[in-house]
């Protein structure tokens, strides 16, 4: 069977407009489009982190170090940025003020950036570490980039002992006066470099 | 206008999939009329897709708000210029902006390859033509930009304040490109797996199209970096943020593609290697929009999740399925034709450099799926955060900036001990010189020290290239050196052109490696008050709060902060930083409020100030940030690109054969005065 152009071109219009019809369901149900994702409110998302004060306890790390920390703890208001960064950066989250308050009072109560980093895991899972804890399943996402590294060297170095050994025995020239002038030489080196 | 647009929408699919039936059959049944056929189907689809395009357009600009897309996105206060980038601001709108340079690319391929490539074209017009489908589809099913609404509202809710940024009218345009382009090598892969013409052909045709797909995504990553730094306010312009990850995975492929088309060019080496770094290219494009509009993995940058998303999940499969199919099934004819003789030779350097630029690509990768893999295989969620990226890929590309270094300096096929010897002589010695001036100057930070060591070697290589070509042309045609400048560059502008593409990759390695020094303090001021800190360089910088300001501008109210500057005691200007809530006509807020940042910049480093709160009506809240050596990530970035314009440049010989001595042969019924030769121009 052959259809004409102008077949073609007359039954254009009548698909069309079935096809429209046929997408007012489909496109019923597609979602209202926004850019950012919803910024949590603190009631909803916020999970206090509080443990008891040590004893005599002074606190054990400067301000810029409680900003260092603060840097590896994500905040939960639905950003991607870390608690230190949402809270000088945003100033209508209010998760990350609270999350910060946290951090402070466990510094003043003594306990080390590990102890606060597990006090907060416990709180809301390992979600709250801005990078996977290097123990068990997470191990393997940091050494799977280098075992592939390694194991494409690997395959490349086969391949190149294979393709060398196929590869035609150099041929050793004992080596000749060259007569040529330096312009010469430096004409040579021109063009076989051009050439590359 | 409008309705014409959302009707041609449909007409464009249909023409799409006739395009796509008749130009592959017309490749298996070497049917002529068949093969136009489908070319002029896709020339159609284009008028089409334009046409639906200037509808958009005119809703937009005519604020027709009965339309979900022009409601969702503009507002009647939003100035012009953001209601025309407005088109690809949305989920819908953007896919038909992604429709519309992919018709443009696929009219550009057929009318470029009209008289030449013949054998592959049919299947080039088939395979772009099912691409468009794909898109038009998509549009017209998933995610249609005329949905209209039960009512029609006073006005519309405007477009994120965000996005209204000079950056972000041009970035995402600039990524487009970058992404669609990387279809027509594809297409092109596709056609030469099929035809089982594999020869250095098809490679011709993609070469240019893979070079313009690198420099966009150049461009636009770099001002996407711009954007992030100047508009989001948190202090950094890369945050390993999926979608920024998805920017930069086929930006890896395209230049470890653009190493080694050198070596199939060349030695008739590594064809199923660039067959599939070709595909990749397009595959990880495909994925990136997928992460982009599914949702299925957070992003400060996502669209919001949809179905359509999905689509893209799909139709990857099939892409994958269909490459891995007619890769495995043509090994035969992707053997190379010739083998590699030396573990120290260009093309081997070409092979390392291609396998960690992969590595560092699927290191991206990993990490940006791992939280999906994870939650899959343990149920928990968890973040993969710059600390695991930088962990990962910061000796990754240290030890690609090493390779830049090395790799020019050594021959094809076989390097001599001599050879080494004379080539890696001065770049090794000024690296090493570097390094230990550095490190007894204090900078003890490995990463850094490394950057900067390795940096030198690159910039002595690219500086002993010129030197030795220029110096070559001056001994051979007594060119004075300022001349023969550019004329080296003009005489090889793929290689020069990728010399100075490396020197931009060293400026922006160094620049990175300056974060590491980076500075950021957490002050509140009230009115009148001031703080002193230490920037990176040892420096006091007084930091004197003029107070808070409040006040209304065009759509937006602002809330501001001015701080007097002085550092070490003498003035150093004043900075101001915003909060803006943007209202609509009403005056009601729309949107969350955003950040003006106040930056001092200088070679040296930016004074980042952002205003993070205000505090019992005066008390300022501000974060203050020195950041080093940022301005040299925008210089790095523009290098790259005009290295890349260098190389795209048309050759000269195509150029100039109107003003050369060109000797043309003519015919023989032509006076004997001119029979032999001809002589054009002086």
């Not at chain 2, 042969?665 to 001809?678: E, G, H, I, S």
Request: aromatic share 10%; with cysteine; charged share 15%.
């Amino acid at each position: 069977m052959t259809i004409s152009r102008r077949e073609f071109l007359l039954g254009v219009p009548a698909v069309a407009w079935s096809g429209f019809a046929l997408s007012v369901n489909a496109r019923a149900q597609s979602p209202v489009q926004t850019f950012s994702g919803p910024m949590a409110n603190a009631q909803e998302v916020y999970r206090p982190v509080k443990l008891e004060a040590k004893p005599g306890a002074r606190p054990g790390m400067t301000p810029e170090q409680r900003d260092e920390l603060e840097h590896r703890i994500k905040c939960q208001c639905g950003c991607v940025l870390d608690v230190f960064t949402c809270r000088t950066t945003d100033f209508s989250c209010s998760v990350s003020p609270a999350m910060h308050g946290d951090v402070v009072a466990l510094v003043d109560g003594g306990y080390t950036a590990p102890e606060i980093l597990a006090a907060f895991q416990t709180a809301y899972g390992e979600r709250v570490l801005m990078e996977p804890v290097k123990s068990g399943f997470n191990l393997l996402g940091y050494t799977m980039p280098f075992i592939v590294l390694g194991s494409g060297a690997l395959v490349i170095a086969a391949l190149l002992r294979r393709w060398r050994s196929r590869a035609p025995a150099t041929v050793v020239v004992a080596e000749r006066e060259v007569s040529a002038t330096s312009e010469e030489l430096a004409r040579l080196d021109a063009a076989v470099r051009s050439d590359a | 206008v409008i309705l014409v647009g959302e009707l041609s929408l449909w007409v464009a699919l249909l023409m799409a999939a006739w395009g796509a039936t008749v130009s592959f059959a017309g490749g298996q049944l070497r049917r002529s009329d068949l093969i136009q056929s489908g070319e002029r189907a896709i020339y159609a689809t284009l008028a089409m897709v334009v046409l639906a395009s200037i509808g958009l357009w005119t809703a937009l600009l005519t604020h027709d708000f009965s339309i979900k897309y022009v409601a969702s996105f503009t507002s009647a206060n939003l100035p012009v210029i953001y209601t025309i980038t407005a088109f690809w601001g949305g989920q819908s709108g953007s896919l038909l902006f992604w429709a519309l340079i992919l018709a443009v690319f696929s009219a550009i391929t057929l009318w470029t390859n009209r008289t030449r490539n013949r054998e592959l074209m049919p299947y080039v017009s088939g395979t772009l033509a099912l691409i468009l489908v794909f898109f038009l589809a998509a549009i017209c099913l998933g995610s249609n930009p005329y949905e209209r609404l039960d009512w029609i509202p006073p006005d519309g809710r405007g477009l994120n304040p965000q996005l209204q940024n000079p950056g972000m009218a041009i970035h995402p345009p600039n990524l487009y490109f970058g992404y669609i382009s990387t279809s027509i090598p594809f297409a092109f892969a596709i056609a030469a797996l099929l035809t089982r013409r594999l020869d250095a052909e098809w490679l011709a045709a993609v070469r240019r199209w893979a070079l313009f797909s690198w420099f966009f995504l150049t461009v636009g990553i770099t001002l996407g970096m711009w954007w992030a730094y100047v508009e989001l306010g948190w202090g950094g312009y890369w945050a390993w943020d999926p979608v920024e990850n998805a920017s930069l995975l086929p930006w890896l492929v395209n230049t470890a593609f653009l190493h080694s088309i050198m070596v199939q060019e060349k030695r008739g080496m590594l064809r199923k290697w660039n067959v599939t770094l070709v595909a990749s290219a397009f595959l990880l494009s495909i994925f990136g929009t997928f992460i982009t509009r599914s949702g299925v993995i957070s992003s400060v940058h996502s669209f919001a999740q949809s179905t359509v998303g999905w689509w893209f999940a799909g139709f990857l499969l099939v892409c994958i399925a269909l490459t891995a199919y007619l890769v495995t099934t043509r090994l035969k004819d992707l053997r190379a034709q010739a083998e590699l003789e030396s573990m120290l030779s260009r093309e081997a350097a070409f092979l390392y450099n291609n396998l960690v630029l992969i590595g560092i690509a699927f290191s991206v990768l990993w990490g940006t799926i791992f939280p999906i893999l994870s939650e899959a295989v343990r149920g928990e969620k968890i973040t993969v955060g710059p600390p695991f990226f930088n962990t990962v890929n910061v000796p990754l590309g240290l030890l690609l900036l090493l390779l830049t270094g090395i790799g020019p300096l050594i021959a094809w096929r076989r390097a001599s001990v001599a050879n080494l010897k004379r080539q890696f002589t001065a770049p090794v010695t000024a690296a090493v010189a570097i390094g230990v001036m550095l490190f007894a100057l204090g900078v003890h930070n490995l990463a850094a020290l490394l950057s900067y060591t390795f940096g030198a070697l690159v910039l002595t290589t690219v500086i002993q290239e010129f030197s030795k070509g220029v110096g070559a042309r001056h001994r051979m045609y007594g060119e004075s050196r300022l001349v023969a400048l550019p004329r080296l560059v003009a005489r090889n502008r793929r290689r020069y052109g990728g010399y100075i593409v490396h020197v931009g990759v060293v400026i922006i390695f160094a620049a990175f490696a300056g974060m590491a020094f980076k500075r950021e303090y957490d002050l509140t001021l009230k009115a009148g008050e001031s703080k002193t800190v230490i920037d990176p360089w040892g420096r006091r910088w007084t930091f004197l709060s003029q107070g808070i300001s409040r006040y209304n501008v065009l759509n937006r109210e602002v809330t501001a902060i001015a701080l007097d500057l002085t550092r070490d005691g003498k003035t150093a200007g004043v900075l101001t930083s915003e909060k803006r809530q943007h209202v609509d006509t009403r005056g009601a807020p729309t949107f969350e409020p955003s950040t003006e940042v106040g930056i001092k910049g200088s070679f040296r480093q930016d004074v980042y100030v952002v205003l993070a709160g205000v505090r019992n009506v005066d008390d300022a809240e501000i974060r203050v940030s020195f950041n080093p050596l940022v301005r040299w990530v925008w210089l790095g970035g523009t290098l790259m690109a005009l290295g890349g314009l260098v190389v795209m440049w048309p050759a000269a010989d195509k150029r100039r054969v109107q003003t050369g001595y060109v000797a043309v042969l003519k015919p023989q019924q032509l006076p004997q005065a001119q029979r032999d030769v001809d002589l054009v121009g002086a």
